[in-house]
């Protein structure tokens, strides 16, 4: 009997579109999970152990799902290479060198601005308190009454208030030391994703080898597949449009007359890979950047207005339109996983967090066991 390739297409997931009356009529073709609550109970120690596993090894896990996740966006690219009849290794190679230069070609771009906002936050910070003093008395009252709360509640016992002044490192050394970890992460990052490339669905193979029954392996080439498909779709178009609203924010800036406008293009473009929060971020950024550059109060109010405007545009009409069909994630589920994610491995983490939780969710969709949970990751189609 002629056996089917277990890596080619296998049309629509298995347990997408069924419910789990609907699954165990048509055979109970999805991976069999147990019911034991015994099985629930271990499954979240399972779960937290994994969680605590993340936290305590983040230099060698951080790295490993940012090479993973540069794996699907390259991917393509490699592909098309090796159609060029280019050998997967020298794909591979090239892929990561154009990806290198890059990031160089960014740096390079951001460098010098950066430095020179940074020389200047020294006298630009007396300029800030003054034209936000307006905002001095009610800080001030508010301070009163907290003051004057915890005397009444008796938190400061008399005779034994002592003041702990803590000496935070300079700025130089502070930056230096991120420098450093960033640049740690990205070099294992890159090792990773250049044997990854090379690699191609080894593993992939190997597992399905492994698994005992057809339908299981099917199931397996089904999750693979769509989590290939659907991420790289979701890496790729949501690159484009940061890559758009960097253009966009630095013309903006350059038009108000704003210094650096390359810099405040890149920032732009990185702040728009945190969904919700970075956008906030960003027009709390420009609002800070316009009072420091501009006298006029609407004209400081310039930069953050047209910032806003650029992100309703994109994030409101234009990458849902795009991604509508293939990502309805929970708004809410979203911020609590960028919330989470940054408490464990700080902005690397944030920006992995929608690509893991688009996973977790398309992995649950295809599993009778966890569809309950891949339902309450999905937002409003």
Known sequence: MEQMDPLEPIGQPVFYDLTPDQAAEDGGRDLPLPSDPKAVFLGGLFAIAVLVVCRLAAEIVLPLICACLLKLL????????????????????????????????????????????????????????????????PIQAVDEQIKRIESLAGTSAPGTNMTVVERSPPMEETLFTGTRAVLGILLTSLLFLFFLLI??????????????????????????????????????????????????????????????????????????????????????LFLLIGLLSFDSLWHACLPAAGYLAIHLVEGEAVTPMLLARRFTLNPVIVVLSIVFWYWMWGVPGAILAVPMLAISKIVCDRIRGLSAFGHFLGGNA
């Open 199 to 284: 690699s191609g669905d080894t593993f992939l193979r190997r597992l399905i080898e492994i698994l005992p029954r057809f339908r299981d392996k099917r199931q397996v080439v089904d999750i693979v597949q769509q989590i290939e498909r659907d991420i790289s779709a979701y890496l790729v178009t949501v690159t484009i449009m940061n890559l758009l609203v960097g253009i966009a924010t630095g013309l903006l800036t350059w038009s108000v007359g704003l210094e650096s406008p390359a810099l405040w293009g890149v920032m732009a473009f990185l702040l728009n890979y945190l969904p919700i929060l970075g956008p906030s971020a960003g027009v709390g």
């Open 74 to 137: 390259l991917q393509p690219a490699v592909r098309g290479l090796e159609r060029l009849w280019l050998p997967r290794p020298l794909a591979a190679l090239i892929s990561v060198a154009l990806l290198v230069g890059l990031l160089v070609a960014f740096g390079t771009l951001v460098s010098a601005p950066a430095t020179s906002w940074i020389s200047k936050l020294p006298q630009a910070v007396p300029r800030l308190e003054q034209r936000l003093s307006v905002l001095r008395r």
